[in-house]
T-cell receptor, first 109, second 112 residues
Framework: GQSLEQPSEVTAVEGAIVQINCTYQ??????LSWYQQHDGGAPTFLSY????GLEETGRFSSFLSRSDSYGYLLLQELQMKDSASYFC??????????FGQGTELSVKP | SQTIHQWPATLVQPVGSPLSLECTVE??????LYWYRQAAGRGLQLLFY??????ISSEVPQNLSASRPQDRQFILSSKKLLLSDSGFYLC???????????FGPGTRLTVL
């Protein structure tokens, strides 16, 4: 079957750096996406890695290693508003997304 | 710009009642459309996707069905709801940026 594993929760303080890891086991893998979801809201897109390496978008960076079936999301200069759930998602044929169970990030003052 | 609408925002239905959730997209044509369900504290599960009018692919066999009667309309239905159908239902379309999907505001369904 297809599955993605990520930690269920992470806690960090304002201004710190946090890394959320994701390992995947899927067929027909095209790339890895990351989404943010605040309580009660819809997921919003953060980043996509179609090739190995690092992608940087402002305070957020994402990394992919296809050979290791592994990726991570790196959040720098954490702010209180970054408290949310973060999901990795494998992109398959037809644009289908297979989601991990999510990592709840709590940012403390 | 593209916009995706879903209604209703919340819904409480008795077991055994029918369901119809509607999703419409504006500002794009011939989009790939997706229905997801999210149980409390869990990830999103892909239910159906559609690449065009009348074309539906089911990802998980269950008590639900989907239809795409128009290019920018995607409907999720059930003839008889089960307690296990409760959840947060999200419609999404795939944007031109690779790897990105845009989600609607969702419908929170409670089956009692």
């Amino acid at each position: 079957g297809q599955s993605l594993e990520q930690p269920s929760e992470v806690t960090a303080v304002e201004g710190a750096i946090v890394q959320i890891n994701c390992t995947y086991q899927t067929s027909g893998f095209y790339g890895l996406s990351w989404y943010q979801q605040h309580d009660g809201g819809a997921p919003t897109f953060l980043s996509y890695n179609g090739l190995d390496g690092l992608e940087e978008t402002g305070r957020f960076s994402s990394f992919l290693s296809r050979s290791d079936s592994y990726g991570y999301l790196l959040l720098q200069e954490l702010q209180m508003k970054d408290s949310a759930s973060y999901f990795c998602a494998a992109n398959n044929q037809g644009g289908k997304l297979i989601f991990g169970q999510g990592t709840e990030l709590s940012v403390k003052p | 710009s593209q916009t995706i609408h879903q209604w209703p925002a919340t819904l409480v239905q008795p077991v055994g009642s029918p369901l119809s959730l509607e999703c419409t997209v504006e500002g794009t044509s011939n989009p790939n459309l997706y229905w997801y369900r999210q149980a409390a504290g869990r990830g999103l599960q892909l239910l159906f996707y559609s690449v065009g009018i009348g074309q539906i692919s089911s990802e998980v066999p269950q008590n639900l069905s989907a239809s795409r009667p128009q290019d920018r309309q995607f409907i999720l239905s059930s003839k008889k709801l089960l307690l296990s159908d409760s959840g947060f239902y999200l419609c999404a379309w795939r944007g031109p940026p690779v790897g990105e999907q845009f989600f609607g505001p969702g419908t929170r369904l409670t089956v009692l």
